[in-house]
């Protein structure tokens, strides 16, 4: 059962930008899309953003800067917004949610679209 679907992945060059979005399937309505976190080939998965308690954001200190990461309550979709793209951000993007809206643990997980940043 399909909870959160990530899109906006693809191929782009070097500099270019790419935004990737994060929305809740069916009737999930209580869980809540709250970071994004990235897994490169041989590599652990490692967080790319968040939003934390309060509103306040958290980034990866290889992506600050360049990406963005903002949230439509309305729609209950998150977003990441990738500026200045590097080939070394080339990974699967996951997309990581919170149940009980928003307070639960971190337990729901995207299926991931990839990102490629050709050179």
């Known amino acids: 059962q399909v909870q959160l679907v990530e899109s906006g992945g693809g191929l782009v060059q070097a500099g270019g930008s790419l935004r990737l979005s994060c929305a809740t399937s069916?009737?999930?309505?209580?869980?809540?899309?709250m970071g994004w976190y990235r897994q490169a080939p041989g590599k652990q998965r490692e967080l790319v953003a968040a939003?934390?308690?309060?509103?306040?954001?958290n980034y990866a200190d290889s992506v600050k800067g360049r990406f963005s990461i903002a949230r439509d309550n309305a729609k209950n979709t998150l977003y990441l917004q990738m500026n200045s793209l590097k080939p070394e951000d080339t990974a699967v993007y996951y997309c990581?949610?919170?149940?009980?809206?928003?307070?639960?643990?971190?337990?729901?997980w995207g299926q991931g679209t990839q990102v490629t940043v050709s050179s």
């Open positions: 939003i934390i308690s309060g509103g306040s954001t």
């Open positions: 990581n949610g919170r149940g009980g809206y928003g307070v639960g643990p971190p337990n729901y």
């Open positions: 069916g009737t999930s309505f209580s869980i809540k899309p």
